[in-house]
């Protein structure tokens, strides 16, 4: 068995690939520098994350492949999931490898996965931009956290950037503990020290703008009279609310 | 509506022209256009609004003046085509140049309510037909009646909205829009109303029983959207992907397919179910439609033991 060490960053995935392509090896898995090796293993090789090296396969696969399939590499690189860039990288390769094109061939597994991964991502984005709830602090600030399964508060930006384009905005991504600020001009990266601000998703009431619970209250009592209680679907609701976002819903609550 | 409709449109507009231009308000604004509005301020309103929609209510003009004897379909047609003029001449001057307003960019729709007259589903479909022949109109909604009082006679009592019926109509709505039935395939005089119990696609697979099995690996893209249990996605990957190989039932299956209903449509590499042109559509459509027992239910099959 052939095992590469990387340091699990994208960049370090696309050296992986320069590597093996390099070496005429290819690994079986793929694990973290400091990740325990199993047992019987043929040859070790530690990637080193290269800058150039990753550039030139990126490169290779935009002549490769079409705009939206790398895409879709992205996504679900981003999708965080484990075994994703094992899978990834045996994409990659088959890419490489074939002289027609795979991107189509949905009877391979591999094809077929990486497409249902870029997908639930995909999915996650929009819910991020439907499901967003933004709470007005009294620094004119609006803030909003959030908690997605994979990465995918970075696909939401051009969105909130282009529809929020006159407000400055904090979206926060309390699981990986990152956020992007919005001044109106630029979206800047943020890490907080501490999440103590916003207990259970909610803003804490001292920094809460003047009029923010009452617009609170205004748009729970809109939510209540539009309600059509024969058409109460609570299956239906939950499919389009999934509960795990409830925390955040200022209707919800 | 307050006095006229054009008095109603009017300050209808002005909201929606304050919300865009004193407050920025950037997000999607869905205005519905009163019936026997001018064609001056529908204008107006498409150059705010993202979708406007003209609702026809009742779908046959004859059961519309049995209840609302001073409504008139001409009154939602008229605006109905202002707005679709609007579309096309907006869509026309961007073509010249990118800088041309937009007029209601996501085009617009209608509603129909179901079941509060006495209307088929023919002449429900029928209508929704004729209207996305249209060029601008996106969406019908079918909306079950619910009875808000209980003194006028005109109405029925009903206790439930008719859901079911509801979400027929919707499954054939999709028929017409991304399946390329035409509309006299799922309705017609000899089924006036759609089977309450099948979806629509389904029932016209058991009405044509000659049309099957389909070859999965040899036809066409429109022949392969219509087998029950395969849908606009599933048949657009099943088109792809069958140029690298030929496709199995395992391939199939991953792929998103419901098997439980396609496999006694289709034929494909192996695969050997008795299909619907083998057996008979009145066995795949119970085999389809029994109940399930619940979990751990006694098999009513086998006898009890009547030890004590």
Redesign the interface.
Known sequence: MTIFHYDKTFEGLLTAVFDAYNRKTFPDRLLAIDEPEPLFVDELFTVVSDEEKSKRVWKGLTKKLQHNTCNMITYAWLSELPGSDELIFRYIRKTFDNKQSIETNFADDDVLQLKKLAQKVNHERHRLIELVRFQKASDEIFFAPVSPDHNSLPLTLDHFADRFADQKWVIYDTRRNYGFYYDMKTITEMTLDSTDLFPKGKLDEKLMAEDEKLYQELWKGYFKAMTIKERINLKLQRQHLPKRYWKYLTEKQ | MINTPDYTMERMVRVIKVLRTVH?F??YIHMKSIPGASQQLVHEAGLYADRLSVNIEIPTEQNLKMLAPEKDHESVYKPMLYIQQGVLESAEERAKHRSAPRFAPAGQSTQMIIGATDETDKQILFTSAALYNRPSMKRVYYS?Y?PVNSYDTRLPALK??PLVRENRLYQADWLLRFYEFKVDEIVDDKNPDLDLEIDPKLAWALRHPEAFPVDINKADYAMILRIPGIGVKSAK?IV??????K?KSA?LK??GIVMKKAQYFITCNELAVQNVSDSSPEYVRKVLTEKKLPKNAPDPNQLALIFE
């Open positions: 920025r950037n997000g079950g619910i439930q909205a990957l792809m992907s069958r140029r690298y190989n496709l391939d991953k792929m």
